[in-house]
């Protein structure tokens, strides 16, 4: 890295995120503030029922203010392995399991200022938990929606659909069935 | 808002971000801490010349310690108008400016817990700026590439590509022009 790091303070540990702040030294010699962001890194579903029906959640997002529709996803549990996470946010948010998973990508949500990934699977073959969701306190508002691929696509382009790993898994999913059906 | 706000502590105030950490009653009377990062808000450029390639970025991202490729985009300066800082910040890191914008969308990067909005825009009609580019200190590694939009799709799905903000305006712009084709 062409970067060098002369100092570094940890200003804060949280339940979600921790606060870094680096001084560096730019190759010309200039001294520099770097702030980082660490996040432990999440798992995101893309879940298709088979009539081809995608489920999206709706929450309170905390820093808007406003409830935002999203894919089901969450946090990675320390050392979870990420189709794990992403099948356990799955039932958590829904209540649906899914019997298919497979990768997508993996996503750098902020790389200017924060060091998380998201890990996007499409998730097929759905059925319905026989424990039904499991959300947390801080879920209380959550919802579940079904569109259609298309109806979802439209979403996006009114702006309806903002979040960007949820715009990410969507298209994604949405051009490799557009290949499928040629 | 069904979240009530019952303490607020102003951690940190950055350059790029500032620390908010709240404490907050869920509708349960379960109390709960919530931590969002305040950031201002950016644009992004999808610039895509007269021949149909994709200008893209690559740059040092330091919570990543790695060269990651991304669409031209930055920081709003207070007041700014995003599709004016699209434009500003395409010609600083590419030198080419662009005679049309269109608004695509506006996306949460990560609305868990960070407020950050990022307002993407078409760029067509390139031409290279009498000025070449303006890059800040912070940018000293940064180089142009460019690439057909075909093999930027490619990319996204070799994981080549896995800034979410990239993804979103590259995928938005070639299913529009796969549509205009038709």
Redesign the interface.
């Known amino acids: 890295?062409?970067?060098k790091q002369l100092k570094r303070e940890i200003?804060?540990r949280?339940?979600?995120?921790d606060?870094i702040?680096?001084e560096?030294e730019?190759?010309?010699g200039?001294k520099?503030?770097?702030?980082?962001?660490?996040?432990p890194g999440g798992a995101v579903a893309v879940p298709i029922l088979d009539d081809g029906r995608v489920l999206l959640v709706k929450q309170?997002?905390?820093?808007?203010?406003n409830h935002?529709l999203?894919l089901p996803a969450g946090k990675l549990s320390p050392g979870e392995d990420p189709q794990v996470c992403a099948s356990r946010e799955l039932e958590e948010e829904t209540g649906w399991l899914a019997d298919h998973w497979e990768k997508l990508?993996?996503?750098?949500?902020?790389?200017?200022?924060?060091?998380?990934?998201?890990h996007i699977f499409l998730a097929t073959g759905l059925r319905e938990s026989p424990h039904g969701h499991k959300r947390g306190?801080?879920e209380?508002?959550m919802t579940v929606h079904s569109f259609l691929l298309g109806e979802a696509?439209s979403l996006?382009?009114q702006?309806e659909i903002?979040?960007?790993?949820t715009?990410?898994g969507l298209?994604?999913v949405?051009?490799r069935m557009?290949w499928r059906d040629r």
Chains 1, 2 share one sequence.
């Not at 949280?14 to 995120?17: D, L």
């Not at 903002?162 to 790993?165: I, N, R, T, V, Y």
């Open positions: 890295m062409e970067l200003l804060y949280g339940r979600v995120i606060l702040v680096d560096v730019y190759p010309s200039i520099g503030v770097r702030e980082i962001v660490h996040h309170l997002r905390y820093p808007f203010g935002v999203e990508t993996s996503i750098y949500t902020s790389p200017g200022f924060c060091d998380e990934v998201l306190e801080g209380f508002s696509m996006i382009e702006g903002q979040d960007s790993k715009i990410c298209l994604l949405s051009r557009l």
